[in-house]
């Protein structure tokens, strides 16, 4: 077969094309290959692995941030709550059924014992006396009658004029007048009596927290008119868990709150009352308020019950403890740099204490971090309040507030 020369002469610029392009490649390639080598080293150099690593920013500590480690006396300490009642009141009652007056006490008002506070009108305890009044006349009456009859028959029976017999149905007339009117004598002395009831006084001294009744109403019997209660008797009634009775003693302090807040006041345990709510399983409990307290009757305070106290050679805000699955760990500062370090808690550690002490890992005199949110890095500079920034590399942040530092941290921790 006849080969065309312009066939030859496109096979020969074909194999041509062909070497050139590989050797353009090659060089290529080789080219990128050093180039990124310098780019790797770059970045070696600037992250770290090989070159100089980034400096961390100063964490500039205000002196809420951190804490001295040292020995402090730990409280255990029970929430208690429960509502102020008078140790010592009395409700007076009507004993009987009628119109109140002569009311002049009020709600607030000071009394004395044994002062008048009302009376009660009843019509039925005047009618009452008045039948028994007209009762005792007429026994009476009939008494005289009967002891002139006695007397009578006495003389006739001495003189041997009537029997013994005779003598003796009047002896026995003269018995029964006599009964009579010894009874209704007592009937009159009582209705008297009840009458002297309708006048309420006060059987203790203290101050009227209730009244019941307004001036011209009417009352039953049994009717509580006034509660009066001493208010140098204040009680916090407290409602404690059977299982926690063991720990109580009479004269432990407590300290109480109201629920609107203000100054504080100490109570002190005076009575623990031996029985147990079937349902609640609480044992009930009074605490003694300060004669001169200002809190009123009623009100609900809450507060701690101090069951005990120990005293920690180290103690350290809780708030500075950290944990995570190895345990519990603080920072300190240590050469103007934040350390991570491990420490072991006291088992006998009360949680609602603000204070936990250090069994082991923490020598007293430590200054620890007691900052919230994110934790700073291992080794990251720190300065405290009157102390000389520690010096900076250069392209670390210069120093800032806590909480931007705090901020810088949680950054560098992410990466």
Request: aromatic fraction near 4%; hydrophobic fraction near 45%.
């Amino acid at each position: 077969m006849r080969i065309k020369r312009w066939m030859v002469a496109v096979g020969v610029t074909l194999v041509v094309a062909a070497v050139g392009g590989y050797w353009g490649f090659k060089a290529y390639s080789g080219s990128q290959t050093a180039g990124g080598a310098g780019t790797t080293t770059a970045k070696t150099g600037a992250d770290g692995k090989d070159g100089a690593k980034k400096a961390d920013p100063v964490l500039a500590l205000a002196t809420v941030d951190f804490a001295a480690a040292g020995p402090a006396t730990l409280v255990q300490s029970l929430a208690v709550a429960g509502t102020v009642d008078a140790g010592r009141q009395a409700i007076v009652r009507s004993r009987h059924a009628g119109i109140a007056t002569g009311m002049t006490k009020r709600a607030g008002d000071r009394v004395q014992a044994g002062e008048r506070l009302a009376k009660v009108e009843s019509d039925e305890l005047r009618l009452r006396i008045a039948e028994r009044e007209s009762t005792l006349k007429q026994t009476q009456a009939q008494l005289t009658v009967a002891e002139s009859n006695r007397a009578q028959q006495r003389s006739l029976s001495d003189r041997g004029f009537i029997s013994k017999a005779a003598f003796d149905s009047a002896e026995s007339g003269y018995v029964s007048a006599r009964s009579a009117f010894e009874a209704a004598k007592t009937n009159l002395d009582i209705a008297r009596s009840a009458l002297a009831e309708t006048v309420l006084t006060a059987p203790i001294s203290g101050v009227i927290s209730k009244r019941s009744v307004e001036p011209g109403e009417r009352v039953g019997n049994e009717m509580a008119v006034f509660t009066i209660l001493d208010p140098a008797s204040l009680e916090v009634v407290v409602p404690i868990g059977a299982e926690r009775v063991a720990e109580l003693k009479i004269g432990q302090k407590a300290k109480f709150l109201l629920d609107s807040g203000g100054t504080a006041v100490e109570a002190s345990l005076a009575r623990i009352i031996p029985t147990t709510g079937s349902a609640a399983r609480t044992v009930e409990t009074r605490f003694a308020l300060p004669a001169n307290t200002t809190v009123p009757a009623g009100a609900f305070l809450s507060g701690q019950l101090q069951l005990a106290q120990s005293v920690a050679p180290v103690a350290i805000p809780r708030i500075a403890v950290k944990t995570d699955v190895n345990g519990s760990y603080v920072w300190v500062v240590q050469d103007s740099k934040a350390v991570r370090k491990r420490v072991k808690l006291s088992p006998s550690s009360d949680e609602t204490n603000a204070l936990v002490p250090i069994a082991e890992g923490l020598a007293a005199g430590s200054t620890v971090l007691t900052l919230r949110g994110a934790e700073p890095n291992d080794g990251q500079p720190v300065t405290v309040p009157g102390a000389a920034a520690p010096a900076v590399a250069e392209g670390a942040a210069s120093a800032a507030p806590a909480a931007a530092a705090t901020g810088g941290a949680a950054s560098g921790s992410s990466k």
